[in-house]
Every structure is written in C-alpha cells, then in structure tokens.
C-alpha cells in the first residue's frame, strides 16, 4: 500500500511537471518564441494561454514589446561642416516589431540588438553633422537632424525587427578647446550686425534731418515772401494814404514832416546840431509876425 500511494504521488508531480512545462501564458506587453533544438517553431504575438511540447522537446523565449530606452551615459563626439568638433548626449526610442527577425539576428540578446542601433545612430548622427554647421544644428535645422536620422535607420532596423520610435538630442555642447573661438566669433557677427543697424539708423536720422531742415527752410521762404508781399501792400496803402492826406493841406504835411524830423533828430537829450537859426530846417521854430 505504501509502494502504491508513493508511486501514485510521484505520477502526479511527473504529470504535473509535464503539464505545467507544456502550457505557458503570453503576456499582451509580451512575445513568445517557441522553438525546438535551436529551430524556431512558431511566433506568438497574441496574448493568452498557449500550449509546447515539454522540454527539452521546445522551449519558449519571451520578448518585451513595449516601448525601451537607449540612454547613453557617455557624451560622443562629432565633426560639423566647419570641422569642429560637437559633444552629443542622444537617446533613442526604440521597440520589438518582427520577433522571429530580432531572434534570428541577435539570438534574444537585448545587449547586442542596443550595441547595434547604436552604431547605426551613431553612423546616422555622424552623416547628418557632417553636412552642417554648429549654428543649423544649434537652432535652425535640429528638428530636421532628428528627422533625417531617424529616417536613415528605419529600414537597418527593420532589418533586424525593430523600429526606431523617436530619436533625441538631449545636450549639444563645444569642446572647450573651440568655444572660446565660437563664442568670438558669435560676438564679431553681433557686433558686425549692430554696426550695420547703427550706420542704417544713422543714414535715416541724417535723411530725415535734412528733409525736416529742407521743409523749414521752404517753410521760412514762404513766410517771408508772404510778409514781404503783405508789407508792401501795407506801405503802398499808408503811401496813398500819407499822400491823399498831404495833398488835402500840404502846409499842414511840411509841418508834420518837420516834426517827424525834429523827433527824429534829438531822440537823446545829450544829441546837439550845429545849424544857424535862420536854416531852413527850424522855419516852423521861428516866430513869425
């Protein structure tokens, strides 16, 4: 009885063993490769209880398919148009798309499939800086250096059954060799556009000076024509008028005339005329009888 209930129990751990080894459940952020003596059986993408031979007859290798990271901790160095050389900290988005080609290529090691987009993103990064200047990768052109390295990888990644999700240029910096030249020359262009904006501004001030001092002028020129023309037409009118009014008593002009004169001649108290009394000048002075 004892031989029995021994053999019954070890029946049961040896179904158990073969039943657990031959059923396996593939998670929905997992894929399954199940293969048998190195040869790739089948490929599982869809999650869910699936069944294998024991082992050793398959085995099952299980792969991620989300979304992972290639975060280099080490900054590389590149060559730009100008041939300066740029230290690049990058990162990369990448995931398993074709598992049966991302195990035929790297046997399921994540390390060698990482070791490889690596080179081609480096190969990628290296073409791309080459036919630019550190200010277009800097600034104007860095979304398109993306662009252009992610699509210079994405059929060598497929390749090898991975897709390249996104790739990012987290820090651009100059070796401190060059910066202190870069940085002279970023200072001489500033200064060579604000001086172009100064002899702009300059040239416009002088233009508009002149034309303000042209405008016055022209402004002065008519005023005075204006007053002189109405000048005139105000000494012809007192003319006629002294003359109308003169030649209504003409006695009586002489004696104003003189007195003008006579006003005019001793403004000052200290003014003296040497002049005989009997001069025609003082007539209207002189008592008549």
């Known amino acids: ?5 021994l053999g019954l129990i070890l029946g049961l751990i040896v179904a158990f063993y073969l039943i657990s080894s031959c059923i396996f459940v593939v998670d929905q952020r997992k894929f399954a490769v199940v293969f048998a003596f190195g040869q790739i059986v089948r490929v599982i993408e869809e999650p869910g209880l699936q069944f294998k031979l024991p082992a050793p007859f398959q085995n099952v290798i299980f792969f991620d398919r989300r979304i992972m990271t290639i975060d280099n901790p080490d900054a590389e160095r590149f060559i ?13 988005k990448w995931r398993i798309i074709d598992p049966l080609k991302f195990f035929v290529s790297f046997r399921g090691d994540e390390r060698l499939a990482t070791d490889r987009m690596n080179q081609l993103i480096r190969s990628a990064l290296n073409e791309e800086f080459t036919k630019r200047t550190i200010r277009e990768i800097i600034s104007e052109q860095r979304d398109q250096v993306m662009q252009g390295i992610q699509k210079k ?21 100059l070796l401190a060799e060059i910066s202190d030249s870069v ?16 002899s702009t501004g300059a040239a416009e001030s002088d233009k508009i000076r ?6 016055r002028d022209v402004i002065l020129a008519e005023a005075y024509r204006d007053a002189q023309r109405i000048k005139g037409a105000g000494d012809a009118r007192a003319t006629a008028l002294y003359a109308d009014a003169f030649n209504r008593d003409p006695q009586f002009a002489q004696f104003y005339r003189s007195l003008e004169a006579y006003r005019n001649s001793f403004k000052d108290k200290k003014d003296v005329m040497v002049i005989e009394p009997s001069n025609d000048f003082f007539r209207f002075m002189q008592k008549k009888n």
């Open 183 to 198: 940085y002279r020359r970023m200072e001489a262009e500033r200064k060579r556009v604000a001086n172009e904006l100064r």
């Open 1 to 5: 009885m004892p031989n029995r209930l």
């Open 80 to 92: 730009t148009a100008e041939k300066k050389n740029l230290l690049v900290d990058s990162y990369v």
């Open 153 to 173: 990888v994405e059929d060598d990644a497929k390749a090898i059954g991975v897709e390249i999700v996104d790739v990012r240029l987290k820090r651009i910096d």
């Open 210 to 215: 002149a034309s303000a001092e042209r405008q």
